[in-house]
C-alpha cells in the first residue's frame, strides 16, 4: 500500500504508530479498531480512481467502510 501511494503520487506519509486506536458508539455498544493514517498530497483530486481505490481497500481488508478524505490546502 505505502509503495504503491509513494509510486503513483511521488510521495507518501504513513501515520504508523502503535497502530492508532478508534472507539466509537453505537447506541449501548461501544467498538474499538486499530488504525492506520496514509497522507499524500496532489495537486488534483481523481474521485473516480480514490474511490475505486477505497472500494479495493474495503474487499482487502474486510471492512465495511475504509475512510477517504480530501482536504484543500495551500502552502503559506
Known amino acids: 500500500m505505502k509503495e504503491d501511494l509513494a509510486s503513483r503520487f511521488d510521495g ?3 501515520y ?3 497502530p492508532a486506536e478508534g472507539q466509537w458508539q453505537d447506541g449501548e455498544q461501544s467498538s474499538t479498531d486499530e488504525i492506520v493514517i496514509f497522507e499524500v498530497m496532489v495537486d488534483d483530486v481523481d474521485l473516480p480512481d480514490w474511490r475505486k481505490r477505497r ?3 474495503e474487499r ?3 471492512q465495511d467502510t475504509v475512510i ?3 482536504m484543500p490546502m495551500a502552502l503559506v
Open 16 to 18: 504508523l504508530q502503535a
Open 68 to 70: 477517504a478524505r480530501y
Open 12 to 14: 507518501v506519509t504513513a
Open 55 to 57: 472500494a479495493e481497500l
Open 60 to 62: 482487502r481488508f474486510r
